[in-house]
């Protein structure tokens, strides 16, 4: 009889389990994602599936797990399908967009909120969405404006209030984003992101007192947040960098494991593991994060710039596929770009692509070509000896021996200058780390990126001398200076390395605002012994090399800003020569002059008497030029400090 009735109880559990159907299970996941209970609502929804895989709520409800772990390709992949299947699901296009955002896909994340608004113009999810990438790209007004319409339709929208308060502290009105904050939080207390979002802006907050009371605050929002969520990617990820901005590496590779084991890895995720193996000396490790990072996401030039830097700085093999690939590809940019005439984009891809790989026999070829056709016959026969030694051909002799032969009509052969180069007189320069514009960057360490690919730019130009990227490093090697305060760094850097200091002649400094596919730069040039700004610009790059142009267009502009000077090498009774030329910028008929010692006659203030000379040959690093008055030759002395003619303003830092 006890039997029977055991195998009527069994009968009677395996019946009410198959009863539990599969909107029953779909229930429940709702039930738990709305409390923050993710990976409750994750076994819900698979069960729900699992009984009927065409449930198309279930289906969105674990695509929206998935993006709260940072699973955002699938998340895509079951939002797309669930659009194959119901077309105008808002839902389903809205947490596509949401998807693709977190993947930076930014312009097919705004196709599916503008159709997910094209069905429902009151669904305030995709609105947000839309504000969102507003946010993302710098665009701060527009993202307030698309708020604006979010508040209209829901007051209390959970994600809109956080990015609002977010925007708020960016212009630090940080008592306007609490009242934000603390409206979240009201609407949904069981939530972490509010807790998260606060403990993001206390951060900022450090930044600009450097306060560590904010860190230990921060932390603790942070904490907050993940006691009830404790696999939030999110917080996570600010908690990891925490632990990195505070030297802690090892406790950063803790929390960012803790979202690779949990959700999918991202390019973020990879990049700052990266890092973290950078500062630990891990090289190899480095290496596979970094690269790992840039084939997740081959459209973050940040990421690509800091893995070129680092294959280069850390001797790196020549024969590895990364410099490989990479120096290939910069030479087909190279060949496209000259055939569209964008000449200094182009020599700059021949030259990043020596620096990823100088075995490259065509790069070195072309680059060697160019000089030739710009007509700077010194650094033409330079490039040939370097070819040559790295490949003794019978055919690169021969082309050197014309060269040389060739060379003894050029001035700087005539005038001795064609195994010694002249003194040089054009003003040094060194790039300082940027400052991320909005305090905490979409990449760590990216103003330390801009400024080695920066000093890799100004290194194409005249006018100038700029150090290598790798003497830049030495600078900062050791320096322990808050690099978020450019008086403190400026202070270190004299006192620290006073040798290094002296020969600094100009400071370019600024800030940036970056996503993971556009920049916006600020740049300042700064004497570095008065403290003058003599020029500041701004410059900006999408697409997939948005950071290298955005640089290059940078040191063009500095370039034609920096004001440069030469000297009297040599003299006769008609000309002079001076060690300023065509890489200079210096022309055949440009006027350059010289101060001498002997009063303006009939100047109320004193003014010394200025002599003109008119330039007759330039030629790659020294000129020729003739006084306009002929009657000024007599003068002349040698060493004499010649300036070119153009004025250029200068403003005091206030």
Not at 137 to 142: F, K, M
Not at 599 to 619: H, M, Q, V, W
Request: hydrophobic share 35%; glycine share 6%; with cysteine.
């Amino acid at each position: 009889m006890k039997k029977f009735f055991l195998v009527m109880f069994f009968i009677s559990l395996s019946l009410n389990v198959f009863s539990q159907n599969s909107d029953y299970f779909n229930e429940q996941g709702w039930k738990y994602y709305n409390q923050a209970e993710y990976n409750k609502a994750l076994a819900a929804f698979k069960n729900s599936l699992n009984k009927n895989q065409y449930n198309i709520d279930s289906q969105i409800g674990l695509a929206g797990v998935y993006l709260k772990r940072g699973a955002y390709q699938d998340a895509y992949n079951l939002f797309s399908r669930v659009t194959q299947l119901e077309p105008e699901n808002t839902d389903a296009l809205t947490g596509a967009g949401d998807a693709l955002l977190g993947m930076t896909d930014f312009e097919k994340a705004l196709e599916f909120y503008t159709s997910a608004i094209g069905l429902d113009r009151n669904k305030a999810d995709a609105h947000y969405g839309i504000a969102k990438i507003y946010y993302l790209r710098g665009r701060d007004t527009w993202a307030e404006r698309k708020l604006d319409t979010v508040f209209k339709i829901n007051p209390y929208h959970y994600e809109s209030l956080l990015l609002q308060a977010e925007i708020k502290s960016e212009v630090e009105r940080f008592d306007e984003a609490l009242v934000y904050i603390e409206k979240a939080i009201s609407s949904k207390r069981e939530f972490p992101d509010a807790y998260l979002a606060y403990g993001h802006i206390l951060l900022k907050q450090y930044f600009i007192s450097n306060n560590m009371d904010y860190i230990e605050d921060s932390v603790e929002e942070i904490n907050r947040s993940l006691s009830i969520y404790p696999d939030y990617p999110e917080a996570l990820m600010l908690r990891g960098k925490i632990s990195y901005l505070t030297d802690d590496y090892e406790g950063a590779l803790e929390y960012f494991s803790r979202i690779g084991s949990n959700g999918e890895i991202t390019a973020e995720l990879a990049y700052n593991t990266g890092l973290c193996f950078e500062r630990l000396n891990q090289v190899e490790k480095a290496l596979e994060w970094f690269e790992k990072s840039y084939n997740l996401n081959r459209n973050d030039d940040m990421v690509r710039s800091k893995l070129e830097n680092f294959t280069v700085l850390k001797d790196i093999n020549f024969g590895n596929p990364v410099r490989i690939d990479f120096s290939k590809e910069y030479l087909s940019n190279a060949g496209r770009q000259m055939k569209e005439s964008l000449v200094d984009r182009g020599i700059y891809s021949l030259r990043k692509s020596i620096y990823m790989n100088p075995l490259n026999r065509d790069a070195r070829d072309q680059f060697t070509e160019y000089m030739r056709i710009l007509g700077y016959d010194k650094f033409y026969i330079d490039e040939l000896k370097k070819t040559y030694a790295l490949y003794p051909e019978n055919n690169l002799r021969q082309q050197l021996d014309v060269a040389v032969i060739k060379r003894r009509n050029k001035l700087y052969f005539k005038e001795g200058y064609a195994f010694d180069e002249p003194v040089r007189d054009v003003p040094k320069i060194y790039v300082a780390d940027f400052v991320a514009k909005n305090n905490f960057p979409y990449h760590m360490e990216g103003g330390s990126i801009i400024a080695d690919t920066m000093t890799f730019g100004l290194n194409q130009f005249g006018r100038l001398k700029g150090t290598s990227v790798k003497d830049r490093r030495i600078v900062l090697e050791n320096m322990n200076a808050d690099l978020f305060n450019l008086n403190d760094f400026i202070t270190m850097l004299a006192d620290k390395y006073g040798e290094i200091s002296s020969e600094i002649d100009y400071i370019v400094y600024g800030d940036y605002t970056d996503t993971a596919g556009s920049i916006d730069l600020n740049a300042y040039l700064m004497d570095f012994k008065t403290g003058v700004v003599i020029s500041r610009f701004s410059s900006s790059g999408t697409g997939r090399s948005y950071l290298n142009d955005a640089v290059l267009a940078a040191s063009r502009k500095i370039y034609n800003a920096i004001p440069f000077r030469g000297r009297v090498l040599k003299y006769n009774d008609a000309q002079i020569i001076i060690n300023i030329g065509s890489f200079d910028g210096v022309k055949k008929d440009d006027l350059v002059y010289l101060s001498t010692s002997e009063k303006l006659k009939g100047s109320r203030y004193g003014l010394n008497r200025k002599i003109i000379f008119r330039i007759t040959e330039a030629d790659t690093l020294v000129s020729q030029a003739e006084a306009v008055n002929p009657e000024d030759m007599k003068l002349i002395k040698t060493d004499d400090p010649v300036f070119p003619l153009a004025k250029r303003r200068s403003v005091m830092v206030k």
